[in-house]
């Protein structure tokens, strides 16, 4: 036992790097230990071919503005590549469709009528957004609880949402609990608008277009674009794993203490309180407290042990949702591949493969039986556009998202991953002609091997899933909800937190402030 | 697995027979079977009288094969067990009994039982009520094996100050050095039998567990050897009196099951109980130990307690209260009786803070059936001493032959 630390915080992602930055910022003495050799988690950027690297988060449009600003990692190294990317939704048919946040786009292309309803839609959808960003900036609030803090949390979101006004406020109760499809068919007629809104709805989770509670997934994205600020969707120069650089630079800087290669076993318990860790090489260290960055399953049932636990919780950790179902397809391409009826411009930003919502949820199906869909929806990005730096000269990354990808195969991922990456690939040259012939490697990451990489139980980029069930003061499950755990001196930090994942760190951000009110 | 026959459904024939079935419908006089746990048992064989008194001066035999019993074994058994009760697990011996209970999270007891360590790494817990789903829950992050056996072992107890006499009739050599709460195999004429001397009385007496198909070949021999002892089958009723002067608790009688209540406050903590006893902070981690902590510092909000009634009419589901006005109710009677043995009115009753204390005296509401006319009594009741009923045999080993 070397050193004492106030704080360990296990596992280097943006969370846990975030945690650490705050709480080393307010004095504590912090440790922070990441398994693998590089920093970032599921926000690294990695080599996935020689010369060429790829972020399996690719896209920076969740981060708080304000946690930017505290941190100061503009000044630690966080530089933006591009930002307010556009979304380009392809096509086979017709043009695509270019979409912005605010203005019309391209829309009037395919419907002049979705063109003149669209702006008031998105006006509305981003009031909402904004009445509900504010939930995000802190703990969830307790129910049943006589605490203050937890009564005006409550009080402020019944308020905020009151203020928006009779039709506002109806129409978001109306729609809270529906799904995507409905909503969108309700209101708009263009089927690649629909088709690329209803996308985003249902990126990142067990759901197709046609499941109870995608609005809500769909609002609760905005309202996270909302507390971002006005970059949109941006990209960092040198790859998401800049991102963790900077923020790892600002913990630094503010005295914390940060290892590679440092792979925890256990959380040690002392009198029923954590009281530090030890590593896989054997080697154990002490802290006042224990913050886990880890997915809430691992955390409870690998780092700690159920025998800690209660069987009531323990149970719900069992429970608790968290199959991933997306895959990650990285290509490293000669050139840069000619999307039909795509302006250079448009590379630069993103491409949605998602032409219609029945397309959609026909991607889904499968899923529900353990196949990856024939026809996935994806997400693309072309990194190399905005920052070449991150291929050869001349040269050029493809980065997709694939959706649906089930976490467990009836064929195995040993054999789907190549099948999955040919299906992928197939998908993308009907809108890329001549794709085939420019890729020289790929990487196919299937939730497998995204839980194998990154230590990520269940590989879903949330920790767990974000649905109704598993939201706000139910997040990951109650009795830890509030980054609190039934252990003291145990906290929670990660995207498994309220207010979930993506490359937010507000879980990071909100757990630091738990934290940092118990003594060290 | 419970398959009630070959060929009969069991929409037909909704409760099991025990393996001792054929012999209690011989000795049944009076036809009066109740359920228990999914097996149709005898309530009472004769006169609820004559039963009680053979447990209290003779042997009696009790089916307890409806008794819901569980094999738990593998390498985390210990560990397991020690996490799902909250008493400290480490400390039982193979070859030794306990009596524990179990909580949820909120330190609300889910049930009660015994516990037998068979062997370091298997042991079997029998409890009143079915609570599979709880152990296997438990068992997540453990290397067990949680099963039910409840249908391959038949059980009886033999209880009553004559029971250890009958035995040594039985032909059960060196059962005299086994003490309260031991436990061990034994074979007679190539029948093998566990014996723990354990039971629900209070009294001498003891529990042979066994194969289903030696069941009817033992009650014979049992009934053989206690001839001369005034052995006695006996039912449900009679040993409830004994389990009330003996001051033992009976799940959906004196507690509802945390697993169970739906009201808020219906279900029980081990200190409400009375069980503090069975709570060992020190045993390492159990599923309610937190809780338990914070409501041991806060004190119990209600107790359940022995009742010693004025007058000799069982306060059965009678309230309590502060004064013989009853204008201030404070708890509630969940079991009553009149002792034959003690010659007392007792109670146990569940009594709201600070009410409870040894000594403390309070009021019960008895209603009286007089001949279809319903009249109410105030009665004063004090606080008192559990158990009720505990003569020195229980205990004392070598057993008496009497």
């Known amino acids: 036992m070397a050193q004492n630390f106030d704080n360990i915080v296990i596992g280097g992602g943006h969370n846990g790097l975030i945690c650490a930055a705050y709480l080393a910022r307010s004095g504590r003495k912090v440790l922070v230990l990441e398994a693998a050799d590089r920093l970032g988690g599921t926000a690294a950027t990695r080599q996935f071919a020689p010369g060429y690297r790829a972020s399996c988060a690719h896209l920076l449009h969740l981060m708080p503005r304000a946690l930017i600003e505290e941190l100061n990692l503009a000044q630690h190294g966080l530089a933006l590549a591009a930002s307010s990317m556009p979304t380009t939704a392809l096509s086979l048919v017709g043009k695509p469709l270019r979409l912005d946040a605010i203005g019309p786009g391209s829309i009037a292309d395919h419907s002049s009528a979705d063109a003149a309803s669209y702006p008031a839609f998105r006006a509305r959808l981003a009031r909402f957004a904004a009445a509900l960003q504010p939930i995000m900036a802190g703990k969830a609030p307790r129910l049943g609880s006589d605490g203050w803090s937890d009564r005006l949390a409550l009080l402020g979101m019944g308020w905020r949402v009151r203020k928006l006004g009779r039709a506002d406020m109806r129409e978001l109760l109306r729609i809270l609990g529906m799904n995507i499809y409905d909503l969108l068919e309700d209101q708009f007629e263009s089927p690649l608008l629909k088709g690329a809104l209803g996308f985003d709805a ?319 | 697995m419970i398959i009630a026959n070959d060929t009969q459904p069991m929409f037909r024939k909704p409760l099991l027979e025990t393996p001792f079935h054929a012999r209690a419908r011989e000795l049944s006089q009076i036809d009066s079977y109740i359920p228990w746990a999914g097996y149709t048992t005898v309530d009472v064989f004769t006169t609820v009288e004559q039963e009680y008194f053979a447990i209290r001066n003779a042997t009696t035999l009790y089916d307890l094969t409806p008794m819901v019993k569980y094999r738990i074994a593998g390498p985390d058994a210990e560990r397991y067990l020690n996490r799902l009760v909250t008493r400290d697990v480490r400390k039982l011996k193979p070859g030794r009994v306990a009596y524990c209970v179990w909580c949820n999270d909120d330190g609300r007891v889910v049930s009660d039982g015994t516990l037998f360590r068979l062997a370091e790494t298997e042991f079997r817990l029998c409890a009143g009520e079915r609570h599979l789903d709880w152990l296997l829950d438990s068992a997540i992050g453990f290397d067990v094996s949680v099963e039910e056996v409840t249908e391959t072992i038949a059980a009886l107890s033999l209880q009553g100050p004559t029971s250890y006499a009958v035995l040594k009739n039985f032909g059960m050599g060196g059962i005299e050095t086994l003490k309260p709460f031991g436990l061990r195999v034994v074979e007679v004429d190539g029948i093998q039998l566990t014996i723990s001397r354990t039971g629900f009385t209070g009294d001498l007496g003891y529990e042979l567990w066994m194969d289903p198909a030696h069941a009817l070949a033992v009650w014979d021999r049992l009934m053989a050897a206690g001839k001369t002892r005034g052995i006695r089958a006996i039912g449900s009723q009679a040993l409830n009196i004994a389990r009330i002067e003996a001051g033992f608790i009976m799940p959906e009688i004196d507690f509802v099951s945390a697993e169970h209540t739906i009201r808020v406050a219906r279900d029980r903590s081990p200190f409400e109980l009375g069980l503090d006893w069975l709570v060992d902070f020190e045993s390492g981690h159990f599923t309610g130990r937190r809780a338990l902590l914070a409501e041991k510092s806060a004190g119990p909000r209600c107790r359940l307690v022995g009742l010693d009634i004025e007058g000799n009419k069982p306060a059965h589901n009678a309230l309590v209260y502060t004064n013989r006005k009853g204008n201030r109710e404070i708890g509630a009677v969940t079991s009553a009786i009149w002792s034959p043995t003690c010659k007392r009115n007792l109670a146990l009753a569940l009594i709201d803070a600070p009410h409870f204390t040894l000594g403390a005296s309070v009021w019960v509401e008895i209603y009286l059936n007089r001949e279809l006319k319903w009249e109410r009594r105030m009665s004063e009741a004090r606080v008192v001493e559990k158990p009720f009923f505990a003569p020195d045999r229980r205990k004392i080993t070598p057993p008496a032959e009497r």
Request: charged letters at 20%; glycine letters at 12%.
């Open chain 1, 202 to 520: 249902v990126l990142g989770s067990n759901f197709g277009p046609r499941s109870p509670g995608t609005v809500l997934t769909w609002i609760y994205r905005l309202a996270a674009e909302a507390g971002a600020g006005d970059t949109g969707l941006a990209q960092p120069v040198g790859g998401m794993g800049a991102l963790a650089d900077a923020v790892a630079k600002a913990a630094e800087a503010a005295g914390a203490t940060i290892r590679t290669g440092a792979k925890v076993d256990r959380i040690l318990i002392e009198n029923d309180r954590a009281s530090g860790v030890r590593l896989v090489s054997g080697e154990v260290i002490a802290a006042g407290s224990v913050i886990s960055n880890a997915d809430p399953r691992s955390t409870f049932l690998k780092l700690l042990g159920a025998e800690y636990l209660d069987t009531g919780f323990v149970r719900r950790v069992q429970h608790m949702r968290a199959r991933g179902l997306v895959a990650k397809l990285h290509l490293a391409l000669d050139d840069l591949p000619d999307f039909t009826g795509v302006d250079k411009a448009a590379l630069g930003g993103r491409l949605l493969i998602a032409p219609t919502l029945d397309y959609l949820e026909r991607a889904y199906n499968p899923s529900k039986y353990r196949e990856f869909s024939e026809s996935p929806a994806l997400e693309i990005t072309l990194p190399t556009v905005n920052d070449p730096g991150l291929a050869p000269p001349g040269k050029h990354v493809l980065s997709a998202i694939i959706q649906y990808a089930p976490y467990t195969l009836d064929a195995g991922w040993d054999t789907g991953r190549d099948a999955l990456a040919e299906r992928a690939i197939a998908t993308i040259e009907r809108y890329a002609p001549g794709l085939r012939s420019v890729i020289s490697a790929r990487e196919l990451l299937s939730p497998v091997d995204i839980e194998r990489e990154f230590n990520l139980t269940g590989g879903h980029w949330h920790h767990a899933e974000l649905a109704f069930d598993q939201f706000m003061m139910v997040r990951p499950v109650p009795g830890a909800a509030q980054y609190q755990t039934p252990v003291a001196g145990l906290y929670l930090c990660g995207a498994g937190c309220h207010p979930g994942g993506g490359v937010m760190g507000s879980a990071g951000r909100n757990a630091a402030r738990q934290v940092l009110k118990q003594a060290a």
